[in-house]
């Protein structure tokens, strides 16, 4: 049942004002005429409208908002009269709660922040805002703690063609288009599942994984540095586009080169054809690399502090560039961001024996135009290209605790910028001999 309160609330609001200003003989008589105005039946329903949290930006009261062990994140609760609650109660241990700014008004809202330890219980809270007058209980919601994993190293599994012995190596020559398997080894690493990506396909969790130990396996379907998320999968599906709050931190990109591991099993086969081996046919592929290196963007939505609006920015750009946590205020710096790196990645299985030219473009605007030499590109090799921007300074700021933690920009800084959308373009003047479809990934957004 929603709570019940009474239009008490609304009058109480002001009854501190009104005491410096009227005798205590005045203040007793508006009181009883509180009373009476309550024994007439009047009454406001103040229900909790909808909640916007790291795990959903608006959702209905009856969600359960996913918060990170570790972490502090704050929760913005909407509804009539909840900005005056007078305090927040929070279910178990291991998770305190406060109170942050109110904003009063008929759609009134109060921020709920939390700081959760490290080793907080995992599962599901139930949050309390109580009120001076409550006729049917206080305003309530859900929470529920998931991890909050670090990955300390990623390595390949592989198998020797030649013994069936398995092997961890480094992830840093990995194939592509067939299953491989990734271990992944750090701290609470239980209950792991993949983020998903558009740069591999038919990722799972496979059995016998522990806090320390998991195992994914996988297939990628591009070359370059690629990042495998792991997230607790209790966060499930989110509303919006902000499953990124809830990466494990640390360890996350593999280089995919689609060469196989020295003494995997994965080799090339030769084909018997009449009592020899025959090599099966070679082909010409180029593709842009997997990612554009360095680029300066905002993450997810504004983030209201101490009465303005800041965008968050990956941490990179803080702790890079020693922009520590301050222990009251907050502290900014001006730091110069390094160059873009693009480039290109022979994908094929073919030397590439004529030379190319490939771009870099915004808006249609061509930036940068490449040659690679004939020769230069074996199959699996990447590379890269660097691209100065016009502007490259920009301020980050981080801020102390309870407020928000991460790294952010000030959208109304004189300095502020961020990068645009960016398209590379490979072999732009047709000159190799690639097949239609292998034309197909020469150009692709970032």
């Not at 410096?20 to 309550?38: E, R, V």
Request: glycine letters at 8%.
């Amino acid at each position: 049942m929603k709570p019940q309160r009474t239009i008490a609330h609304t009058l109480l609001s002001s009854l501190t004002a009104v005491a410096s200003l009227t005798s205590s003989g005045s203040l007793i008589k508006l009181s009883l005429s509180i009373i009476f105005l309550l024994s007439t039946g009047l009454t406001a329903t103040a229900t909790i409208n909808s909640i916007s949290s790291d795990w959903c930006h608006s959702c209905l009261a009856g969600s359960t908002h996913r918060i990170v062990a570790g972490q502090q994140t704050s929760m913005l609760v909407r509804g009539q009269f909840v900005d005056l609650s007078t305090r927040v109660e929070i279910s178990g241990s291991g998770v305190s709660v406060s109170f942050g700014q109110r904003t009063g008004g008929s759609n009134s809202s109060i921020e709920v922040k939390f700081n959760v330890d490290d080793s907080a219980t995992l599962g599901e809270r139930t949050v309390k805002l109580r009120y001076a007058v409550e006729t049917s209980g206080p305003d309530t919601f859900t929470v529920q703690v998931v991890r909050g994993g670090h990955v300390d190293s990623i390595q390949q599994r592989v198998t020797s063609s030649q013994t069936g012995a398995t092997t961890l190596v480094a992830a840093t020559a990995v194939p592509t288009n067939q299953q491989v398997t990734l271990v992944f080894s750090g701290s609470r690493l239980g209950n792991a599942s993949v983020a998903p990506s558009t740069l591999f396909k038919n990722a799972r969790i496979l059995s016998g994984n522990t806090e320390t130990h998991c195992e994914v396996a996988l297939e990628f379907t591009s070359t370059g540095a690629i990042d495998v998320r792991l997230v607790d999968a209790s966060v499930g599906n989110t509303p919006g586009n902000l499953l990124f709050k809830f990466f494990y931190s640390g360890a996350h990109s593999v280089t995919v080169t689609g060469t196989n591991p020295t003494g995997g099993t994965t080799v090339i086969p030769r084909i018997p054809v009449g009592g020899g081996t025959t090599s099966p046919p070679t082909f010409v592929d180029v593709a842009p690399r997997a990612n554009i290196l360095n680029l300066f963007r905002t993450t997810g939505d504004a983030v209201s502090i101490n009465g303005q609006n800041f965008l968050r920015v990956d941490d990179r750009w803080c702790s890079e560039n020693s922009v520590a946590i301050p222990v009251t205020g907050n502290i900014s710096k001006s730091i110069t961001l390094p160059d873009i790196i693009w480039g290109v990645s022979n994908v094929g299985t073919a030397e590439v024996t004529v030379g190319f030219a490939s771009e870099l473009s915004s808006n249609s605007v061509v930036l940068q135009n490449q040659p690679t030499a004939a020769g230069t590109l074996h199959p699996g090799a990447t590379q890269n290209f660097t691209f100065q921007r016009a502007r490259s300074t920009v301020r980050v700021i981080r801020f102390a605790a309870p407020q928000q933690p991460g790294c952010f920009v000030n959208p109304s800084d004189p300095n502020f910028f961020q990068d645009p959308p960016f398209t590379v373009k490979v072999d732009v003047g047709n000159a190799l001999p690639e097949s239609a479809t292998n034309r197909l990934n020469n150009s692709r957004n970032y």
